[in-house]
């Protein structure tokens, strides 16, 4: 899927191509460079305003996830998004307290329709 984000410095729409992750029946992003990835930034700027290109066009808001609530979020991302793996510091397999122990440096955001404006 693609992320669409109005740059923060330039007021541009800026492009990520991004995975996503189910869990408990809402879908989430997880940046896999942790919390000072640029998209991260835009996004917070935006105040989680973005467009999601996935088979669709959608308007979404991204809601950041509190500290501890990421660990099974963050588990269930290294399960689906493969291309994440090298980047987060925890084996797919490893248990649930190992992820909340990293929940801290990378944030999940979990994906809402937003209103159309």
């Known amino acids: 899927m693609t992320l669409e984000v109005v740059g923060r410095r330039t007021g541009r729409i800026t492009r990520f191509p991004l995975g996503m992750a189910d869990w408990q029946g809402d879908w989430y ?57 090298p980047h987060l510091p925890v084996d797919r397999h490893a248990p649930l307290s190992e992820f909340a122990a990293i929940a801290g440096q990378y944030p999940a955001f979990r994906i809402e329709t937003a209103p159309v404006r």
Not at 30 to 50: K, Q, Y
Not at 55 to 62: A, I, P, V
């Open 29 to 85: 992003l997880v940046p896999m460079l942790g919390e000072n990835c640029n998209w991260v930034r835009n996004v917070r700027a935006a105040d989680g305003l973005v467009t999601i290109r996935h088979r669709r066009t959608r308007l979404c808001r991204l809601v950041d996830v509190p500290v501890d609530e990421r660990a099974p979020i963050l588990k269930r991302y290294l399960a689906t998004v493969p291309g994440a793996r």
